[in-house]
């Protein structure tokens, strides 16, 4: 059933005001239902998308032949662009909705940013023109009942924000800039047939008509709703997700333009009927007077709190007060939202499928990032130089079975260890008193105050090496020897073996 405002003004009251003020507040309440199917999805078998050659009907007629097909129209922009203007691979892009366009701002540094031009893809004059803002500090900082939370800041950490419209609008000037490559919007995919050295996309537009693609490699890119990804992982596609929820805004009486707030929790957790989970913010300055707050909480997929958006909204615009003061001239510019996929490796290395014959997965399909600090934009910055380099290796030497594709992927040891933290940021009423997460933290801002600032900036940069995580943890455990019954409480005999073993894979698998 698709969401309307009318049918939320009972239910979600907060919501269907600040919504109905939106002039496409309808759309993006659809949208947001959207995503939501996530939670039936992982609750029902994962449909068969990937089949095998001979279901292909004989009288399907190929529409188009690429190097390369992304199913998807965000991060994907950035590797086609790669792939199209430094490799002159032929490429297609085909979305749902609109290529290029995303329901999310990013906030990065400038220094990671300019990992891009490094990469091939912006000069660093067109890096420069995405940034509409750079703060001067940032905090992070938990709640203490008595006021006497640590509030600790770092620099040069998530301070550029940066219009991924913009952003992306330009990756895809430069695809469409080589002659031939393509992208379709409102342009779904269906299902996808294998072939011994080919595969053929099937993708339905908005009228219902099918078409069909040729392509050597078709790249997963469609984010959490995958279907390629559930199938692959056998429904199981995220191990802990973190639904995010915020506006673009003006006119807050109490946000100040020169200072991001990278975490920061206001009270407990909350233990409600149908939620308990401790709730997090995010503020960041944003272009001219704009300014840039998210909601968020961390779980497990599995966990029988109500996670999605449209609720999660609802408590937004019920508690914004509580975090920033709206003043009278306060004005929602446009919502942003989305489901920040994770995944925990139980083993040594990545034990997550990102691939099979013919198909890779990037990005949030793939679920390598970790939504602790940084997420997908950071992870595909970070790795998209040998993310392209490989694809285009491969490509050459027509190695594209499961096995090569598999190497060719975002898993970094460090980030995969840090996720696993995560765990402890997913509050659990069975074990945890209503503090625990805020105590902890509060605990962890502390020792991390104590070391030089690099430490901060490293574990917020997901750039942390395994020494100084060890020194982090056993500082901790020494300041708050709580953290280790936690430990046994919330990770048990498994989680905590999963743990050791993340952390082992770390030491031994260095990050490339
Ligand atoms: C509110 C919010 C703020 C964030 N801020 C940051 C940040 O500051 N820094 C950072 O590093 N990360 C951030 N992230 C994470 C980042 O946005 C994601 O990692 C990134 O968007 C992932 O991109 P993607 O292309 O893999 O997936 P998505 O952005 O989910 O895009 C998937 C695309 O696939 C399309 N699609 C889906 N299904 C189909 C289908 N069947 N057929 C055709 N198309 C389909 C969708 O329409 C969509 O356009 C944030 C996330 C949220 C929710």
Redesign the pocket.
């Known amino acids: 059933m698709s969401l309307s405002l009318d049918s939320i003004r009972h239910s979600h009251p907060h919501l269907y005001r600040s919504f109905s003020s939106l002039p496409e507040g309808e759309l993006h309440l659809q949208h947001i239902g959207e995503l939501d199917r996530y939670w039936e999805r992982v609750s029902s078998p994962p449909e068969e998308v990937i089949l095998p050659a001979d279901r292909l009907a004989g009288d399907a007629v190929i529409s188009g032949e690429y190097d390369i097909i992304y199913?998807?129209?965000?991060?994907?922009m950035l590797h086609a662009a790669v792939m199209a203007s430094t490799y002159g691979r032929k490429v297609m892009i085909?979305?749902?909705?609109t290529?290029a366009k995303?329901?999310?701002?990013?906030?990065?540094s400038r220094e990671e940013l300019l990992k891009l031009s490094a990469a091939g893809l912006f000069s660093e004059s067109e890096v420069d023109s995405f940034i509409v803002k750079k703060y001067k500090t940032g905090w992070v900082g938990f709640h203490r009942q008595d006021g006497s939370g640590k509030k600790l800041f770092m620099e040069n950490v998530?301070d550029c924000a940066v219009d991924t419209d913009r952003l992306l609008g330009l990756a895809q000037e430069k695809v469409l800039a080589v002659p031939g490559n393509k992208v379709l919007d409102r342009?779904?995919?269906s299902c996808c047939y294998r072939f011994e050295d080919h595969i053929v996309v099937r993708?339905v537009d908005l009228e219902g008509r099918q078409f069909y693609y040729k392509a050597k490699v078709l790249a997963d890119?469609?984010?959490?709703?995958?279907?390629i990804a559930m199938q692959l992982n056998r429904g199981r596609a995220q191990t802990h997700v973190c639904p995010?929820?915020?506006t673009i805004a003006s006119g807050f009486e109490s946000a100040d333009p020169e200072v991001g707030e990278i975490l920061v929790s206001t009270g407990p957790a909350e233990r409600e009927a149908g939620g308990a989970r401790q709730l997090i913010w995010e503020g960041f300055p944003g272009a001219g007077e704009k300014y840039i707050t998210?909601l968020f909480f961390y779980d497990e997929v599995e966990s029988p709190n109500d996670k999605s958006l449209v609720t999660l909204f609802e408590s937004y615009f019920q508690r914004l007060h509580e975090y920033k003061r709206p003043g009278p001239d306060f004005v929602i510019h446009r919502p942003?939202?989305?489901?920040?996929p994770a995944y925990c490796h139980d083993g040594f290395n990545r034990s997550r499928e990102i691939a099979d014959d013919r198909i890779i997965l990037?990005?949030?399909?793939a679920s390598l990032?970790s939504p602790l600090t940084?997420?997908?934009?950071?992870?595909?910055?970070r790795n998209l130089h040998h993310l392209t380099a490989d694809l285009d290796r491969a490509l050459s030497l027509g190695t594209l079975g499961k096995r090569d594709l598999d190497r060719i992927s975002a898993y970094e040891p460090n980030v995969a260890s840090m996720a696993y933290l995560m765990k402890f940021m997913c509050y659990n009423p069975a074990t945890d008193e209503p503090d625990f997460v805020n105590e902890l933290m509060n605990e962890v801002m502390i020792v991390l105050d104590e070391l030089p600032e690099h430490y901060r900036q490293a574990m917020f940069r997901d750039e942390m090496k395994i020494e100084e995580l060890m020194l982090v943890m056993s500082r901790l455990a020494m300041r708050y020897p709580k953290v280790l019954i936690a430990t046994w409480e919330k990770l048990g005999l498994p989680g905590s073996l999963g743990f050791l073993k993340n952390l082992a894979g770390w030491a031994f698998l260095q990050p490339r």
């Open positions: 199913a998807g129209g965000t991060l994907s085909f979305d749902r909705r290529p995303s329901t999310r701002d990013w906030n990065i998530l342009t779904t995919f993708v890119v469609m984010g959490i709703l995958s279907p995010t929820v915020g998210y942003v939202y989305g489901i920040i990037l990005g949030d399909a990032a940084f997420c997908g934009f950071g992870s595909m910055v």
